[in-house]
């Protein structure tokens, strides 16, 4: 029942970082946002890392999270910021970012030596067929040149994807998400004198938005997934991603008023079916063994990581008595 509770509760929680991050940027700018989200969430899962005490990275893996960190979060976050603020709707953005995890699935064959089957091409293709319908739609129609805003977004998480599953896989999750929030605050804090933005959001809208943004999407939506993984598998959690567009979709409507026509409803229709057979998911649904597409799940909106616990920091041989 619990498993089942918490499922309910995830999707609308991962997907609500769309909806809030448009009302976000419809009311004050994008470095603003991603300031506050970054120092929020910073705050957050440092007391989450007080409480589990997990080991520090050694040695290189500073430089690998600080690049992860550049990649998952600056890269993706500004790219789909920009997008929502220049005028792509929520929905679109989502479905965009969705297709990072069947690149993910076609490229790391290619970069990391896995096998390449032909399910994750097969679901690229559709995939972009899905989002080009949509785009061809009048609510994408709209939009004109600022898709590229999601597209170098879900490009960055791609890359940042394969990265972390290159370096990152041994280092503590809690330990990895605060030291790339603490990286991209001091990245935003350096750029924020030169970008004309205000330090402080202005409304008290805005500051509901980014804080839903950095509590509940950043860190409880975060905390259901990794709980999630432990307790189903990876299947289950990229099951449940796949589900984000449509809902975000769905709930743009009475939200933020976005529009909603039969054709792109049938491009997120095509854009699921390429979703879930580019993942090998149709057919899989109790299985043990995940299909290598899907090990590492889509971020979006907080990142993607391998599934590394917490574990209590232990000091080194000759390190007890400092």
């Known amino acids: 029942m619990r498993v089942i509770l918490l499922s309910v509760a995830f999707v609308p929680l991962w997907a609500s970082g769309f909806l ?10 994008v470095l603003t946002v991603l300031l506050w ?31 992860a960190a550049l990649l998952l979060q600056m890269g993706q976050f500004s790219g789909v910021y920009t997008g929502l603020a220049a005028g792509v709707p929520a929905g679109l953005s989502s479905l965009v970012l969705g297709m990072a995890p ?31 319908v949509v785009l ?21 998480l791609t ?3 394969l990265y972390q599953k290159r370096f990152g896989a041994g280092t503590a999750i809690s330990m990895s998400v605060i030291v790339q929030m603490v990286a991209c605050l001091l990245v935003t804090l350096v750029v924020m004198p030169f970008s004309g933005a205000a ?21 409880i939506a975060f905390a259901v997934m990794f709980v999630l993984l432990r307790r ?46 580019g993942l090998g ?22 990142t993607s990581y391998h599934p590394v616990p917490d574990r209590p920091s232990r000091p080194a041989a000759g390190d007890a008595g400092r």
């Open 37 to 67: 989200r970054f120092a929020i969430a910073t705050v957050v899962m440092g007391v989450v890392a007080l409480v589990t005490r997990p080991a520090l990275p050694r040695g290189r893996a500073w430089l690998h999270l600080v690049v």
């Open 136 to 156: 061809s739609d009048e609510i994408g129609g709209a939009v004109g040149g600022a898709v590229v805003f999601p597209v170098l977004g879900m490009v960055s």
């Open 102 to 132: 069947l690149l993910v699935g076609l490229l790391t064959p290619l970069l990391l030596g896995d096998r390449l089957g032909p399910a994750p091409v097969l679901g690229l293709v559709l995939g972009a067929a899905g989002v080009y």
């Open 281 to 302: 998911l149709f057919g899989r649904a109790g299985r043990g063994s995940p299909p290598a597409a899907s090990r590492t799940p889509p971020g979006p909106p907080a």
């Open 232 to 277: 189903t598998g990876t299947v289950h959690v990229s099951a449940l991603l796949n589900l984000v567009p449509a809902t975000v979709v769905l709930l743009a409507v009475p939200i933020l008023g976005e529009p909603l026509t039969l054709q792109a409803l049938l491009g997120l229709g095509i854009a699921l079916v390429g979703m879930y057979l």
């Open 199 to 219: 330090w402080v959001p202005p409304t008290l809208g805005a500051w509901a938005a980014i804080g839903w943004l950095g509590v509940f999407n950043s860190a």
């Open 159 to 161: 890359a940042g994807t």
């Open 20 to 29: 809030a991050g448009k009302l976000a940027t419809q009311r004050t700018d």
